[in-house]
């Protein structure tokens, strides 16, 4: 669909509902005749808010670890969006109105960058003589506090009824073959659940400032 026709109709139809009978008309006439001429629903229009933005999964394993998901459902939940993952492609997508998909796909790659620095480090933090599995699993439960830590900040947004349907109507025409996925848990004992903490208190010294606009969509600082 062409941006420009589509913008123009939007106008039009924003003008239909002027208090102005002649104007609201007049505004609605054209709007249905460029429909027709490039054969657009009203529907057409409405979904073409609807956008998808991609980021690089934070783990590239098939099997996501429940850390990974987390921190999808906590973008999701923070701007209100739908959130999908391919891992043949190690790609997540952020389903939802233009700017907040966008702006979502940008916190997602800041903060899986700076929680994979700080996994970098509390793995580099750990005792030597633990075998590789025990670090994983710590590293693990670290990963899930620290996005728990980060969540503690965020209040959740919640898309109106409108949204609501425009996202579910995009997904069952553009992705109605998507199943769930199973999330891998830490394969971790009691005497590694002290790592999960540490991620906690590491999470809540994340600060969020996101900014709307077009410029820089946000800026996420640790320290």
Excluded at 80 to 95: A, D, H
Excluded at 193 to 213: C, M, T, W
Aim: with cysteine; net charge positive.
């Amino acid at each position: 669909m062409d941006k420009r026709i589509l913008d123009k109709i939007k106008k039009l139809m924003a003008l239909a509902g002027s208090s102005n009978p002649h104007e609201a008309a007049n505004a609605l006439r054209k709007a249905q005749i460029l429909m027709r001429e490039h054969q657009l629903s009203e529907s057409d229009v409405e979904l073409s808010d609807i956008a998808e933005h991609s980021a690089t999964l934070a783990n590239p394993s098939k099997a996501q670890p429940k850390w990974s998901s987390n921190l999808m459902v906590m973008i999701q939940k923070a701007f209100g969006i739908t959130c999908y993952f391919n891992p043949g492609l190690r790609r997540c997508f952020f389903v939802g109105y233009q700017d907040r998909a966008e702006i979502a796909a940008y916190c997602y790659t800041v903060l899986a960058r700076q929680l994979k620095t700080a996994r970098r480090e509390f793995q580099a933090s750990l005792n030597k003589r633990l075998k590789p599995k025990t670090k994983t699993a710590r590293a693990d439960l670290f990963c899930e506090g620290w996005v728990s830590g980060v969540y503690q900040q965020v209040r959740d947004l919640v898309p109106s009824e409108k949204e609501q349907a425009l996202v579910k109507q995009y997904m069952s025409e553009k992705h109605a073959r998507l199943t769930a996925a199973k999330v891998r848990e830490a394969n971790a004992t009691v005497r590694d659940q002290d790592a999960g903490y540490a991620g906690f208190i590491a999470g809540k010294r994340v600060k969020l400032n996101a900014g709307v606009g077009g410029q820089e969509t946000a800026k996420l600082a640790s320290f």
